[in-house]
């Protein structure tokens, strides 16, 4: 998805669904399933509920997104 097309947000980890997989709510109320790449995966390891995280999301699918940042660790995830 690395383009000019897709959007950056912000958001928090609502909830652990799997091992790569997460539930993430946005300032909005909003909530969309976020995933990490697998290569990331050892890295993620340590996100929790409540973690501040920013999400890269297609314009064209609002409902789920990739996890590239957690700012709790002010550790990019590539």
Known sequence: M??????????????????????????NGHEVVAHVRRCDAVEAAGLQVGHGIRLEMSPFDMSKGRILFNKNEEKTLK
């Open 2 to 27: 690395q383009n000019e097309d897709s959007i950056s947000v912000e958001a928090s980890i609502a909830q652990v669904l799997g091992t790569c997989l997460y539930a993430a709510r946005m300032a």
